[in-house]
């Protein structure tokens, strides 16, 4: 019965250079969701995974960022060119979605990855 | 303008007492209202979730409230534990299409002894 994880835990980098962050869903879990948040800021939504559907990136602030999500589980986050305002902790959510809106369901948050960019 | 606000950003208590966090919101319409508990360093757990016709939700010593006419909405903690020690996110999703769930910032509870 594992939960959503995440990996690295933690990683530093130089400013300038690519970072992929890795995301395990609950098995069954058709819905991934990516999200960002900043130190004494509200989660800020990214990009979403909906089964085979094409993914809802209108959350991604810039060209820099891209994730994909392969066989419909495993899912990456890649950040190139990281900048020091990418310094956030990058939480991963899976859900059950059983036809509803997106976001309707109850999501299941991993451990997150916290991002410095020195 | 943040859809969703909570206030207050930071609340120290000592243990045993009870407290209320608030979440007003302007989203609308919006389909349901959930309460998340985060421990530091953890991702965020679902507390309670209401629809917009429902009043009160609990779960133990945690109870959310929701007045939809005021767009309002409070986490009651009864007998504070030093483990309600977290960040607690407001977050409600709106009755339209796409995915636009919305987060508060999330109110900093410390449980003292």
């Known amino acids: 019965g594992a939960g959503v994880s995440q990996s690295p835990s933690n990683k530093v980098t130089e400013k300038g250079k690519d970072v992929e962050l890795r995301c395990d869903p609950i098995?069954?879990?058709?819905?991934l969701y990516w999200y960002r948040q900043s130190l004494g800021q509200g989660l800020e939504f990214l990009i979403y995974?909906?089964?085979?559907?094409?993914?809802?990136k209108s959350g991604l602030p810039s060209d820099r960022f891209s994730a994909e999500r392969t066989g419909g589980s495993v899912s990456t986050l890649t950040i190139q060119r990281t900048q020091q305002e990418d310094s956030a902790v990058y939480l991963c959510?899976?859900?059950?979605?059983?036809?509803?809106?997106?976001?309707?369901?109850?999501?299941?948050f991993g451990p997150g990855t916290r991002l410095l960019v020195l | 303008k943040n859809q969703v606000e909570q206030s207050p950003q930071s609340l120290i208590i000592l243990e045993g007492k009870n407290c209320t966090l608030q979440?007003?919101?302007?989203?609308?319409?919006?389909?349901?209202l959930r309460w998340y508990k985060q421990d530091t360093g953890r991702g965020p757990v679902s507390l309670t979730i209401?629809?917009?016709?429902?009043n009160t939700k609990s779960n133990g010593r945690y109870t959310a409230t929701l007045d939809a006419d005021t767009k309002q909405s409070s986490l009651h903690i009864t007998a504070s534990q030093l483990s309600d020690s977290a960040s607690y996110i407001c977050?409600?999703?709106?009755?339209?299409?796409?995915?636009?769930?919305?987060f508060g910032a999330g109110t900093r509870l410390f449980v003292k002894a």
């Open positions: 959510a899976s859900s059950i979605n059983r036809g509803g809106l997106a976001g309707q369901e109850t999501q299941y």
């Open positions: 098995s069954g879990h058709t819905a």
């Open positions: 995974f909906q089964g085979n559907s094409a993914p809802d």
């Open positions: 979440c007003n919101y302007t989203v609308s319409p919006f389909s349901n």
């Open positions: 209401m629809t917009f016709s429902e």
């Open positions: 977050v409600v999703s709106p009755n339209t299409g796409g995915f636009k769930t919305i």
